[in-house]
């Protein structure tokens, strides 16, 4: 959990350019990479997170999190959902 409002607005602005923990930067960049372009994913992605101490199940957590967040928001905008104010 994020406790710093400071933080989080300099990630919603620019993640890249927060001062950030290097678990967290990782994390940051493979859900980027599995959103932009799953295809170009690899081991080695998955190994950058194992090298920061996420383990296998956290990496499992953090690709089903990432797609469902994806899915969710397709499926919203497949169907012409609007977002509340």
């Given at each position: 959990m994020l406790r710093d409002d400071?933080?989080?607005?300099?990630i919603e602005s620019?993640?890249?350019?927060?001062?950030?923990e290097p678990?967290?930067?990782?994390m940051l960049v493979y859900v980027?990479?599995?959103t932009r372009s799953p295809g170009a994913?690899?081991?080695?992605d998955v190994e950058a997170l194992r090298?920061?101490?996420?383990?296998?199940r956290d990496?499992?957590?953090?690709?089903?999190?990432?797609a469902y967040y994806a899915y969710v928001n397709r499926i919203a905008s497949g169907l012409g959902v609007e977002l509340e104010p």
């Open positions: 400071d933080l989080l607005e300099r620019d993640w890249r350019s927060a001062p950030l678990r967290r930067r990782a980027e990479k599995l994913v690899t081991q080695a090298e920061v101490g996420f383990g296998d990496v499992l957590e953090i690709a089903e999190v990432t």
